[in-house]
């Protein structure tokens, strides 16, 4: 302990742990994490703790620094004693998340074992401190610690899933990152979930800094928020490869270096060392160590400089601004499309392969154009697969491992084949697209409509939400029953990919639980928006059964195969289509 700050290592056992309950205080800003940020944190974790079998297990995680305002009486951690309220300075996005990913998974497991894991981090056990409303460890503030509680911490409520229309943007952010958790935790089995957790408790930690002075912990935020420049990882790689470059080539390799980073901004030239690691097949958390067993096998500093962070550079450049791709033709329009459907999707694992294919943009842009829309494709599809995180990581090292050996991406024995079991996983998936994963299902959606325009259509996913044209509840006497009178066929189209529209929050909130002619005539509204195209076929029908399902079901599903050049099993539709070939189709135009 430091007399002038108390300051403490502690893994999050020992933090999240009575006798301590943390409070989120009125001047704090509302938590603003999103999935990107949340799911990055994730996959940092799973990766350090090597429970995907990719790496060998680091011996520890740090989460970094958090700043506790307490009382005079309580200037150290002593685990003895009733529950008592520490206020959170600094250090709220990673506690609240990392007590969503703990509700996570407690409700996607559900053993006992996993139980007696979780509990502890999520609740206190002694009665409450004063100003407490409740003993969950970390608490939010009024209605947003209601949704918190009610939609994450308590013991199943993880698979309550509330009316998105009515929530705040911190609860639509909450939201995101519960599901984002469920799908990306769901690819592990229980073992790898119960040494997950073991590996967040016992060998995750924080540094955690003590102060019962506001004004005194005002000050500590700002020095850790907004003073000075840390020391980041490309400070110390560009010490150590100028110092080992040739004293002629000395001022060269600066002027690169720096315009390198002029170029990124501190920090993508931070994230961009990460993704040379993965150009190379350096797959271990340590990002310095990686860059050395780089340098090592290019030759040594210089050609690092020359051949690799040159290069890449300016392509990880063009990854983060497409617009700023020159190649005026046809091939650059599908470069510049392609990079920004893959903007839309959470995660990274991507990254490298684009890169290494824009390293060839200047000398044959045809090329470039399909390694690139191979990637966004294969991208897509690892989602439809609804595989998590690391898996992705591992299915696109091989594509980076395909295009750095100048193997073409649709070539036989291609990693971007699917078996004929994943071609049934994803029309499988398919069936309820919106329940395996909302927010793939919203940009598939968003693809459709770009398709039956025939142009990218640059809009906000979040500016809408999925609407049910037959609603997911209906009540015994609705005329939605008299259209779809038996409950199986029912529950099948309501989460058929053809039962399914993008509309705005408002407009969610008006069609609800209506009949279809009161639907229509709101989605009537969509006819000069940027979403006309996917609702064209809705807003001419004059009715809405099955048939208009799975026509339209049909029609989209035959879209997404000649977008992203997949062949989709059809067991379920066969005798459907037998019986009726000459079943209409939705004209998507008007």
């Known amino acids: 302990m430091s007399p002038g700050l108390p300051t ?75 529950v008592r309220n520490a206020e959170i300075v600094d250090g709220q996005q990673r506690l609240v998340t990392l007590a969503i990913l703990s509700a996570a998974l407690r409700d996607i497991d559900e053993s006992e074992e996993m139980l007696r894991e979780v509990a502890p981090l999520l609740r206190a056990t002694g009665g409450l401190p004063e100003g407490r409303t409740s003993t969950f460890r970390v608490e939010l503030r009024g209605r947003q610690q209601a949704f918190l509680e009610s939609c994450v911490l308590s013991r199943g409520a993880c698979s309550e899933m509330p009316d998105g229309d009515r929530l705040g943007e911190t609860e639509r952010r909450i939201l995101s990152i519960r599901e984002h958790f469920i799908t990306e935790l769901g690819q592990l089995d229980g073992a790898q979930r119960q040494a997950l957790i073991r590996y967040i408790k016992h060998a995750c930690y924080f540094v955690v800094m003590l102060t019962p002075d506001i004004d005194r912990a005002h000050r500590m935020f700002l020095v850790l928020n907004g003073r000075g420049k840390p020391l980041t990882r490309h400070d110390i790689l560009k010490a150590e490869i100028l110092n080992k470059v040739p004293p002629h080539a000395a001022g060269r390799a600066l002027a690169v270096w720096e315009e390198a980073a002029r170029s990124l901004d501190e920090e993508h030239f931070e994230s961009f060392f990460s993704h040379l690691r993965s ?164 940009l598939t959606l968003l693809r459709l409509n770009d398709e039956l325009a025939d142009r990218f259509i640059d809009v906000e996913p979040g500016d809408y939400t999925v609407e049910h044209i037959l609603p997911q509840r209906t009540s015994e006497g609705s005329p939605w029953r008299l259209l779809f009178p038996d409950a199986q066929q029912r529950g099948e189209a309501v989460h058929s990919l053809g039962n399914l529209l993008l509309v705005s929050p408002r407009q969610n ?47 989209l599903t035959r879209i997404i195969e000649r977008i992203w050049r997949i062949e989709l099993p059809r067991e379920r539709s066969a005798a459907t289509e037998r019986d009726r070939p000459e079943t209409p189709r939705p004209t998507f135009a008007e």
């Open 8 to 82: 403490v290592s502690l893994r999050i056992a020992e933090l999240l742990a009575d006798p301590y309950v943390f409070s989120v205080p009125p001047y704090q800003r509302p938590y603003s994490w999103t999935s990107t940020e949340a799911g990055q944190l994730l996959d940092d974790i799973i990766a350090a703790s090597g429970v995907d079998g990719s790496v060998t297990a680091e011996p520890d995680y740090f989460l970094g620094a958090i700043l506790l305002l307490t009382s005079a009486r309580e200037t150290s951690f002593d685990p003895k004693g009733p």
């Open 279 to 442: 150009i190379y097949g350096q797959y271990r958390p340590q990002v310095i160590a990686g860059v050395r067993a780089i340098i090592t096998d290019v030759g040594g500093a210089e050609p690092f400089v020359d051949t690799v962070l040159a290069p890449l550079a300016d392509a990880y450049r063009c990854v983060l601004e497409p617009g700023s791709i020159v190649a005026n033709s046809p091939a650059g329009d599908s470069i510049r499309r392609s990079i920004r459907y893959l903007h839309r999707l959470n995660g990274a694992e991507w990254t490298p392969a684009v890169m290494i294919a824009l390293r060839s943009l200047p000398q044959d842009p045809a090329r470039v154009a399909r390694e690139i829309g191979s990637i966004e494709r294969w991208a897509h599809l690892l989602r439809m697969l609804c595989l998590g995180g690391s898996k992705r990581v591992r299915r696109f090292a091989d594509v980076i491992e395909a295009l750095a050996q100048g193997r073409g991406l649709e070539e036989p024995g291609s990693p971007c084949q699917l078996t004929r079991e994943e071609r049934k996983a994803i029309a499988y998936n398919l069936r309820d697209l919106h329940g395996r994963n909302p927010q793939l299902c919203k």
């Open 509 to 555: 909130d008006r069609a609800r639980n209506q009949e279809f002619p009161r639907k229509r005539a709101i989605f009537a509204e969509l006819h000069d928006g940027p979403l006309a195209a996917l609702s064209a076929d809705v807003r001419a029908a004059t009715t809405w059964g099955p048939e208009q399902v799975r026509a339209r079901e049909l029609a």
